[in-house]
């Protein structure tokens, strides 16, 4: 099994997204799904923003497993990625990584402003902001499952050697 179980294909696919469908369950059993921002796809690691530090946080302190989901619109391929939760609030790779997300920022919210001129938008939330308090959530991918439509349901696996 390859050191990373991410194609090339796979990260640029979930690079493309801003926001990523998160999952975790509540320590009362509930599932929550909740858009995350992306901040960078490398090796078996998924990076997310979070912004709140509150319930997601809670949450993942009890019980670390999520799943993220995307989907390819040109094959129509639907991805679930599983894998375990690290909170990471400070530090070197804290700070290399809330400067990613500047610039993720930057870009998202410089394409919004340039789209909604276009289209003739007056809106005051283009732009995003830092709150004081935030983390970022490190998915040490478990899994991988692809679901492709060739008529015939299919699902890939393949898991991560630990």
């Known amino acids: 099994m390859p050191e990373n ?25 509930l599932p929550v799904v909740i858009p995350k921002f992306l901040i960078k796809v490398e090796k078996g690691f998924v990076y997310l923003a979070d912004f709140l530090m509150g319930e997601t946080y ?24 599983n894998g375990t939760t690290e909170i990471i609030s400070e530090g070197t ?9 500047h610039e993720r920022e930057m870009h998202f919210s410089t394409s919004r402003i340039i789209q909604g001129s276009q289209e003739g938008h007056k809106h005051k939330n283009f732009e995003m902001g830092f709150p004081d308090r935030m983390a970022v959530i490190k998915i040490k991918i478990a899994e991988i499952v692809c ?11 393949k898991k991560v050697p630990h």
């Open 58 to 81: 809670e949450n993942l302190s009890k019980n670390p497993n999520v799943s993220l989901s995307f989907v390819d619109l040109k094959s129509l391929a639907r991805y679930q990625i």
């Open 5 to 29: 179980i991410l194609t090339q294909e796979l990260m640029a696919l979930i690079a493309q997204s801003e926001f990523v469908p998160f999952a975790m369950v509540t320590p009362e059993g």
């Open 147 to 157: 679901i492709t439509t060739d008529g015939t349901p299919q699902v890939t696996r």
């Open 93 to 101: 790779e804290f700070d290399v990584l809330v400067e990613i997300l």
